[in-house]
């Protein structure tokens, strides 16, 4: 209390002189249901807000979920398809490159057949002509005529 003064006489100064006590708390419970009433509002604000913020928490969660699960797909979807066309790729050069290897040994073959070939008909030509010049030979030899006769020889 301040220096001796009583309840009454700073309840004067206040204003209080006129109000009984049934108007005091009828005061008091009307500015506690007042705090009351704004601290229900806050509470219910706050409550709002949370439920607001945990909203979008969830839905950029859940669109970066959607998010990563598109790009992991799309780039699934693409390594397949890169892998698809590697193997496709390879498997067209092995068959260019099998094709080339067989058309290389083809071509060996047949210039080998045609190699052996010639020098077969060269073979036989040459033994033909041996013949022919030996069996001229001989038949000039048992005929008794010159070689080459003197029309042929200068």
Known sequence: MMMGRTYKAMME?????????VAVAVAVAVVLAVVVVLAVVVLVVAVV???AFLAVV?????????????????????AVVVVVLVLAFLAVVEVV???????????????AFLAVV????????????????????VMAHVMQLPMFP?????
């Open 49 to 51: 807000i949370a439920v």
């Open 58 to 78: 969830v839905v950029v969660l859940v669109l970066a979920f959607l998010a990563v699960v598109v790009v992991v797909l799309v780039l699934a979807f693409l």
């Open 118 to 137: 010639v020098v077969v008909l060269v073979l036989a030509f040459l033994a033909v002509v041996v013949a022919v010049l030996v069996l001229a030979a």
């Open 13 to 21: 100064d206040r204003g209080f002189e006129m109000l009984g006590p």
């Open 150 to 154: 003197s029309y042929l020889t200068p």
């Open 97 to 111: 490159l099998v094709l080339a290897f067989l058309a290389v040994v083809v071509v060996v073959l047949v210039l």
